[in-house]
């Protein structure tokens, strides 16, 4: 079966960073483009990031771009979003999810989010 | 960016209804259109991608059509269980999910 598990989550203050990581089990990894998409508090999903299954194209919202990256490691099968310089509205549970071959797509497979809480 | 806005945000039905929600892009997304549902306290799962393309294991009471602009996302008849909230996303331009409604148990 698929499984994606989050971890890293937790309280940060603003201007901070935090590292989340994604577990996958169950698939070929590195054949699978993934993504991260995020929940504030009783709002909406909004997609923040994508990646290729090999790691060579990445994709970012506009509201992260040049604070957050999306990695990957395939021997690990990890993915891994590093969030640097962060703000209140960064606030979320971050789910990472399995797209296809393309990279921008649908997400099929959804972890169980990990939440992250940006506050003094 | 594209803008994707659903209608309406919130509805209630009766158990056997059949419910509509409809979905508009801000530009042309040809069928570049899926769409989830969440439970509370629960991560999404994708029903329909590509406009109507109905996911492996999801009943068939759930459809979706459309293209361009404007698409459509329907319960033949809603079952108790069916109580989300239920989102669309386009992929033609990056990925923007549209805000959801949400449906409830008359």
């Known amino acids: 079966d698929v499984q994606l598990l989050e971890s890293g989550g937790g309280l940060v203050q603003p201007g901070g960073s935090l590292r989340l990581s994604c577990a996958a089990s169950?698939?070929?990894?590195?054949?699978?483009?993934m993504g991260w998409v995020r929940q504030a508090p009783g709002k909406g999903l909004e997609w923040v990031s994508a990646?290729?299954?090999?790691?060579?194209?990445?994709y970012y919202a506009d509201s992260v771009k040049g604070r957050f990256i999306i990695s990957r490691d395939t021997s690990k099968n990890t993915l891994y979003l590093q969030m640097n310089s962060l703000r209140a509205e960064d606030t979320a549970v971050y789910y990472c999810?399995?797209?296809?071959?393309?990279?921008?797509?649908?997400?099929?497979?959804w972890g169980q989010g990990t939440l992250v809480t940006v506050s003094s | 960016d594209i803008q994707m806005t659903q209608s309406p945000s919130s509805l209630s039905a009766s158990v056997g209804d059949r419910v509509t929600i409809t979905c508009q892009a801000s530009?042309?997304?040809?069928?570049?259109l899926n769409w989830y549902q969440q439970k509370p306290g629960r991560a999404p799962k994708l029903l329909i991608y590509?406009?109507?393309n109905l996911e492996t294991g999801v009943p068939s009471r759930f459809s979706g059509s459309g293209s361009g602009t404007d698409f459509t996302f329907t319960i033949s008849s809603l079952q108790p269980e069916d109580i989300a909230t239920y989102y669309c996303q386009q992929y033609d331009d990056l990925v923007t999910f549209g805000p959801g409604t949400k449906v409830d148990i008359k």
């Open positions: 530009q042309d997304i040809t069928n570049f």
């Open positions: 169950g698939f070929s990894f590195s054949n699978y483009a």
């Open positions: 990646i290729s299954g090999s790691g060579g194209s990445t």
């Open positions: 590509d406009a109507s």
């Open positions: 999810a399995r797209s296809t071959t393309m990279v921008l797509y649908y997400f099929d497979y």
